[in-house]
């Protein structure tokens, strides 16, 4: 099982609420996908709109799939906004969880590296379980176990570019160097990436926009869930090592020339 | 007295609780958070709170994302 501050997960899949065509299909994605972290944004009520509850049919079934919230501070462009985010919602959510997210550039959505420490340090120490959106860099995910992270989202790939893990070889370092959890958030855009980040050993993957926007997002829930199952599998059951070289898997016994 | 809600400017009864502006404007539901002045102030705290003229009242909910 999974750990992450003082909750247990027993599903490694971790899925976004964000861009699916509509709140049932939503929900039902989420609920085939087992997932029991979810993350979700923040956003000014419309006073002049009627109440759109676009999360409900979800957090009716909360309790009932042991659905967990990951708030991110999505909007925040430095530390300060994200710590003012980051109160708000675990006001307006009731968890101390929460998904740090400071992308100034809405072109690329890259994380700003220093405002996400500041703001972590300060939230760890007010007693939230922090969850930084980073970029691949082992270096500063060192940095943020350091100021009491609770698990560490390096991405694959820019958010919702489905462009898979182009940061693979610096996950597997932050993998092999962290001691706490390494989720493998943004960028995962197909099965085969999930399973790839889970085989090299990452404790989970977020996935949101390749399930939201696929053509079924319930049955890519499932390859989903499929994916990270087997790739956890794989992990554990030790993969062989690679080789340029072909290494016979029968015998090469001439036997039918005499 | 004028306040304002997420920039919206409105003029209230004075004397006004937090949760009383929120009942008028219909947003006492759950889920939602709220700060006076980017401070934020708990649901256990709105019946006793009262607003002043000038307040700048920032009210979030969550949303669907990422």
Not at chain 1, 37 to 55: G, H
Not at chain 1, 167 to 194: L, N, R, Y
Not at chain 1, 216 to 239: C, H, S, T
Request: hydrophobic share 45%; proline share 5%.
């Amino acid at each position: 099982m999974l750990k992450i501050a003082n909750k247990t997960f027993s599903s490694r899949l971790f899925t976004g609420t964000g861009k699916f065509s509509n709140r049932q299909l939503m929900t039902d994605a989420i609920i085939a996908s087992g997932s029991e972290l979810v993350t979700m944004a923040l956003k000014r009520v419309d006073l002049n709109e009627q109440q759109d509850n676009i999360l409900g049919p979800l957090l009716d079934k909360q309790l009932e799939h042991n659905l967990n919230l990951l708030p991110n501070t999505s909007g925040a462009r430095n530390a300060e906004e994200a710590i003012y985010a980051a109160q708000l919602a675990r006001e307006a959510l009731g968890t101390h969880f929460v998904k740090v997210e400071i992308h100034p550039d809405p072109k690329y959505l890259l994380p700003d590296p220093i405002e996400t420490l500041k703001a972590c340090e300060a939230l760890s120490a007010m007693g939230f379980a922090v969850l930084p959106y980073v970029h691949a860099d082992p270096v500063l995910c060192k940095r943020l176990e350091e100021v009491g992270v609770a698990a560490v989202m390096p991405l694959g790939s820019p958010i919702g570019s489905n462009l898979g893990l182009i940061t693979k070889e610096f996950i597997q370092i932050i993998i092999e160097q962290s001691s706490v959890p390494v989720v493998v958030d943004a960028g995962i855009g197909s099965p085969s990436d999930a399973a790839l980040a889970m085989e090299m050993g990452a404790d989970a993957v977020l996935v949101n926009s390749a399930i939201a926007v696929a053509r079924d997002p319930v049955q890519m829930a499932i390859a989903f869930k499929e994916a990270v199952i087997a790739g956890r599998r794989a992990f554990k059951a030790g993969l062989g090592g690679r080789s340029l070289q072909a290494q016979a898997s029968s015998p090469l016994t001439a036997f039918l020339d005499d | 007295m004028q306040i304002k809600v997420n920039n919206q400017p409105m003029v209230v009864e004075t004397a006004l609780s937090l949760d009383a502006l929120l009942k008028q404007l219909n947003h006492l539901e759950k889920g939602v958070a709220l700060a006076v002045n980017r401070t934020i102030i708990s649901r256990s705290q709105w019946d006793s709170y009262q607003l002043n003229d000038g307040d700048n009242i920032t009210l979030i909910k969550a949303t669907a994302g990422g």
